[in-house]
């Protein structure tokens, strides 16, 4: 457990020292492109803060492989792990740096995220079986070829997933977190029942992922001041994706008798994990298609913009879904654990359901009186505005919506500088 926190802690400290490095290069080569129509925030940030993750990832990985414990069992693996990851993470870097610094064609995006999938199927990071229950047919092995096709298709789709998701200060990066850390819990939990150990592949991978996020979010929760952009949400994505693949048994028989759904955990956990992105991403998919629109068309039409409109603020927003992932990811890792049967997973399914209940509660308040009257009135402190700035009226327009009392200037705007034009009353 020290070893996980070790390397936790050296790709968070690396990531972090390194994003003010990253920002000043962002800045100097222009990748800080202005504000589009979509967009949340308001004025211009510099991306790449990707590059600063692939630097504690890479580290992070390093570490490992050179720690006693942690560093045998990568060893051991059948794949090799760190080798995969840094090269496929450089592959899937370059290809978001380009597309954050000039732009890229969605389909030769697309075929650098197929590229960096096939680095992981050729150092033999890949899916090795279909776990199904008995009563469906068994779980089914995957010869070569369907392994890599289902590997690759799993990577591509977790790694839009995630960027889909990618769009308010800190949400994507949070979201990772958290599904790192519940397939993290998920994999110790897993090997304690397999073998009574603790070391696997799969929870190596998952604490780097953890304290890269973990590094990169003091700068990136808002007010942000760096985006990620596609060269980090593509990144994380791809390191999450990994750790899906590798987290399964070669043999699903031993955890057949975890508990009652057990063969299962295999297809739930990495659902679970992913279920607030895969929504996002399914649904923007049927929305954009039924327009008659690519479903690479950017829109304002995400589940973080629905709760902007609603009336939540920006940090309120994230936060929301951070619950809404952490719900579902530990809901399910936590049943695994206990041993519960699999009609509880309604359960979890519900109380996520009354989360997004919740998401309306900005509507309830404005009808609550005047005590929430008063409380709706009070200014937002989550920091600089992200929404649409309000119109620039002329000078008499605004004088006849605010005429000017007679009197000495308020205090505060004495406070803030504010020019203060004195009004005489004029003789009849």
């Known amino acids: 457990m020290r070893e996980y926190l070790f390397m936790a802690l050296i790709s968070a400290v690396v990531t972090y020292l390194l994003v003010p490095l990253v920002r000043r290069f962002a ?8 504000v589009r129509e979509r967009d949340v925030h ?31 069992a990568l060893a051991e693996s059948d794949a090799d792990a760190v080798t995969a990851l840094i090269v496929a993470g450089a592959l899937i870097t370059i290809t978001g740096f380009l597309d954050d610094w000039w732009g890229m064609d969605p389909f030769i995006k697309l075929g650098g995220q197929v590229a960096a ?35 690759i ?16 200060d800190g949400l994507a990066v949070g979201i990772v977190c958290i599904a790192g850390m519940a397939t993290w819990a998920y994999s110790i939990f897993l ?36 985006f990620m952009g596609d060269t980090g949400a593509m990144l994380i994505g791809l390191v999450l994706a990994s750790s899906i693949v590798t987290v399964t048994p070669l043999d699903p028989a031993i955890i057949e008798n975890t508990n009652r759904f057990g063969v299962l955990l295999p297809l739930l ?23 008659g629109l690519s479903p690479f068309a950017p829109d304002r039409g995400h589940l ?83 929404g649409p700035m309000p119109p620039i009226l002329p000078d008499a327009e605004m004088r006849s919506q605010h005429p000017p009392a007679d009197g ?17 009353p004029t003789r009849s």
């Open 153 to 168: 298709l799993v990577v591509v789709v977790t790694i839009n997933a995630v960027n889909f998701v990618d769009g308010l």
């Open 42 to 72: 308001t004025t211009p940030t510099p991306r790449l803060g990707g590059l600063a993750m692939y630097g504690g990832l890479v580290v992070g990985l390093l570490t490992a492989s050179q720690l006693t414990h942690t560093g045998a």
């Open 191 to 226: 090997a304690d029942e397999i073998s009574g150990g603790r070391i696997t592949t799969t929870a190596a991978i998952a604490a780097v992922l953890i304290g890269a996020c973990l590094g990169f979010l003091p700068h990136n929760f808002h007010p942000a001041k760096i």
């Open 27 to 34: 800045i100097r080569i222009g990748a800080m492109p202005e």
């Open 304 to 386: 973080h913009h629905r709760l902007l409109d609603i009336g939540h603020s920006h940090r309120r927003s994230v936060l929301i879904m951070y619950a809404w992932a952490f719900l579902f990811s530990f809901g399910i890792v936590g049943m695994s654990a206990i041993g519960v049967p699999i009609l509880l997973f309604p359960v979890v399914i519900v109380l996520a359901l009354a989360v997004l209940v919740l998401m309306a509660a900005p509507r309830w308040r404005g009808r609550g009186g005047a005590h929430a009257a008063s409380r709706d009135n009070q200014p937002d402190d989550d920091g600089p505005p992200t």
């Open 269 to 291: 956990v990495p659902a679970a994990v992913l279920v607030l992105p895969l929504i996002d991403l399914i649904t923007a998919v049927v929305r954009r298609t039924s327009q």
């Open 117 to 151: 999938a096939g680095v992981l199927v050729f150092y033999n990071m890949r899916l090795l079986y279909i776990p199904l229950p008995k009563d469906w047919g068994g779980s089914t092995s995957l010869d070569y070829t369907l392994s890599m096709v289902i590997t």
């Open 408 to 424: 000495p200037p308020s205090g505060r705007a004495a406070a803030e500088g504010n020019p203060v034009i004195p009004v005489f």
